[in-house]
């Protein structure tokens, strides 16, 4: 199985006064407009079968820019929002797609990618920029540590892919 680990992109300030809950903060016009630029060179890397989200707002707007680049339905995934590693490779597994993107948070999609490789949500450190992707290819179904990690990349180099396909 293939899981592609999303960030979020840029959303409104944390903090900013109109939106005092942290879960209703949205993508800036900005954010929006990298993300599908983003989501262009994504497409060139990888297909998807299914898309999981956290229900948190940005989360939920950038998955919904991947489901209109790549054709395919979104569905909310709480522990996408509440950093519950273990229930998102069950949910991985259950899923039983060939491709599955997971768009979260930092720095749960950090800790995730390291579930993933070694089993344990701290025994490696990566760096995930808003926008950013990693692909991880399991050996088997999802489970921790049956993972290999085929590549991450930044935001930047996603939009320039993006633009030359």
Not at 27 to 49: N, Q, V, W, Y
Not at 67 to 75: I, L, N, Q, S, T
Request: a positive charge; proline letters at 7%.
């Amino acid at each position: 199985m293939q899981i592609c680990l999303v960030r979020h992109a840029i959303a409104v300030e944390r903090g900013s006064a109109k939106y005092v809950d942290d879960r209703a903060r949205p993508l800036t016009p900005d954010g929006r407009r990298r993300m599908r630029e983003a989501a262009l060179g994504l497409k060139e890397l990888i297909s998807l079968d299914a898309i999981l989200s956290s229900p948190v707002l940005r989360a939920k707007q950038t998955a919904e820019i991947l489901e209109d680049a790549f054709k395919v339905p979104v569905k909310a995934l709480d522990s996408l929002g509440n950093g519950n590693h273990l229930d998102v490779v069950a949910a991985c597994a259950a899923a039983r797609q060939d491709a599955v993107a997971l768009v979260g948070h930092e720095p749960w999609m950090s800790e995730l990618l390291s579930v993933l490789l070694t089993g344990e949500p701290g025994a490696m450190s990566s760096v995930f920029r808003k926008g950013a992707a990693a692909l991880v290819s399991t050996f088997g179904p999802p489970a921790p540590g049956n993972g290999s990690l085929e590549w991450l990349i930044q935001p930047g180099p996603l939009r320039r892919l993006g633009a030359k396909g």
